[in-house]
């Protein structure tokens, strides 16, 4: 199954609650019931608003990025 490429802005949004924005869209277009297109456009609709926020406030780091600092050692 050829699989359609996320736009950079898709993955960026994704990427700010998913660990791997590509992982889950192929995942998504494999196995989801309904129309993955639709199922991408409520996820970036319900997102988009937070990732820009965090972009606009300057503190915006993708969810890998903030696995990975909470991750440490516990204290």
């Known amino acids: 199954m050829a699989h359609r490429e996320l736009t950079e ?3 960026n949004v994704l990427g700010y609650i998913i660990v791997d924005p ?10 989801f019931k309904g129309d993955p297109e639709k199922a ?12 820009d ?3 606009t406030a300057g503190n915006y780091k993708n969810r890998a990025e ?7 050692p516990p204290t």
Do not use: F, M, Q, T
């Open 66 to 72: 903030r696995d990975a600092e909470n991750s440490g």
């Open 9 to 11: 802005e898709e993955k």
């Open 22 to 31: 590509d992982e889950w869209w192929i995942h998504c277009e494999e196995n």
């Open 53 to 55: 926020a965090a972009v």
């Open 40 to 51: 991408l456009e409520v996820k970036l609709a319900k997102w988009k608003p937070d990732y």
